[in-house]
């Protein structure tokens, strides 16, 4: 497997596979409509700008390009948004890949990696969260997410020679230690990101959204996962399917959690700024603690995490956010 077709290769979590795919000599195609991607976040091989819902500049590239492997983040990710526009939702994110999922069959192209998230559980019952837990989205982005799971899912059973890797992504962040990319959306909201805008000035404040749930200090957890170490889980999964393994569903994240006032306190300290801090109401839709149980992706593929600190996400995403100015 050398050539690799990635959709979405120019957003955040994208753009630090295809460098980590150029790194290890794969050849990358990225197609991308720069709808929140950017041109330059794409280090390796040639980019296409492309819709998914453009079928025949889809098709007339993959015939072009030949793939081994189809590496499929485009997708919309607020789950707000999602809540007040979910027709956009299903639209990009399920329709777009069933729509993908067709034209990789009629051109044979057997394996495949879908970016799936820790939404498809919705509220877990148990902590860390296991890949056989209930699937019960909460909201229409995580909805569009399983869906488009159980389309690869129905795929692979029927159609001998079709296998997939679904990585289901807890909370994603950090940078490339390089400082070359990182997350770049025009309005971000997810928490590292906010306290680190918040200490640049960019906002007044930085809400907690909840200080009554039931954790040891009233907020929220989150097993946060840095960016490159996601990569990684990726060109794993790539392997994993390259030595013949067959379909299959991986949580990834680092198998513990941090809560909002302990991100806080290293964004303060990462920062040297003691920005506002205010104690808001809870945010609709928030579980109390969501933690990954990843032994699956370890020992299926052996991935073992190289950046699980808290100090260095924040660090690399302190460093990016200087540089967005
Ligand atoms: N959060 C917060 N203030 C913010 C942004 C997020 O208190 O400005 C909290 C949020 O309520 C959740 C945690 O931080 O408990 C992680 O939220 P984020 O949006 O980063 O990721 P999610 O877990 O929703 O995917």
Same mark, same amino acid.
């Given at each position: 497997m050398?050539r ?13 596979? #295809? ?15 720069? $709808? ?7 280090l390796?091989g ?5 819709d +998914? ?10 015939? /072009? ?14 789950? =707000?948004?999602?809540?007040? &526009?979910? +027709?956009?939702?299903?639209? &990009? &994110?399920?329709? &777009? ?16 990696i ?18 056989? !837990?209930?699937?019960?989205?909460i909201?229409?982005y995580?909805? $569009?997410? @399983? @869906? ?16 997939? #890797? ?23 909201t ?8 918040? !200490?640049?000035g960019e906002?007044?404040? +930085? /809400?907690?959204f %909840?200080c009554?749930y ?12 840095? #960016? ?8 794993? =999964? ?5 030595? %013949? ?6 949580n990834?994240?680092? *198998?513990?959690g941090y809560?909002?006032r302990?991100v806080?306190?290293?964004a ?12 808001? $109401?809870r ?6 603690a ?9 020992e299926?593929?052996?991935? !073992?995490?190289?950046?699980?600190? +808290?100090?260095?996400? #924040? ?9 967005? *100015?």
């Open positions: 050398k690799i077709f990635v959709t979405g290769g120019a957003g955040y979590i994208g753009s630090h596979v #295809v460098k980590a795919l150029g790194e290890r000599g794969y050849d990358v195609l990225t197609y991308d409509n720069l $709808s929140t991607g950017h041109r330059e976040a794409v390796h040639e980019l296409i700008i492309g +998914l819902e453009d079928g025949a500049l889809l098709r007339r590239t993959l015939e /072009q390009f030949r793939p081994d492997a189809v590496i499929h983040f485009a997708a919309h990710i607020e789950v =707000a948004e999602s809540v007040s &526009n979910p +027709l956009k939702y299903y639209r &990009n &994110n399920t329709l &777009n890949a069933l729509n993908l999922l067709d034209a990789l069959r009629e051109q044979g192209i057997g394996r495949f879908f970016s799936s998230t820790a939404a498809v559980y919705g509220i877990p019952e148990h902590i860390p969260v296991t890949e056989d !837990a209930p699937l019960a989205p909201n229409p995580g909805a $569009s997410k @399983m @869906m488009s799971e159980r389309l690869l899912a129905d795929l692979s059973a029927a159609q001998d020679g079709f296998d997939y #890797v679904a990585l289901r992504y807890f909370n994603v962040a950090g940078a490339d230690a390089q400082n070359r990319i990182g997350q770049n959306y025009r309005n971000a997810h928490l590292i990101t906010r306290a680190l805008k918040t !200490a640049k906002y007044p404040k +930085l /809400q907690i %909840g009554d039931p954790t040891d200090d009233g907020t929220c957890i989150r097993d946060y996962i840095h #960016v490159d170490d996601l990569a990684a889980a990726h060109l794993a =999964a790539l392997d994993y399917l390259a030595g %013949g393994g067959t379909s299959a569903i991986f990834c994240g680092y *198998g513990h809560s909002v302990e806080v306190d290293v303060k300290q990462v920062t040297g700024v003691d920005f506002t801090v205010e104690e808001a $109401s945010r609709a839709g928030d579980p109390p969501l933690v990954a149980d990843s032994g699956k992706l370890r299926r593929t052996g991935w !073992a995490p190289q950046h699980d600190d +808290l100090d260095f996400i #924040v660090r690399t995403a302190w460093e990016w956010e200087k540089r967005l *100015g």
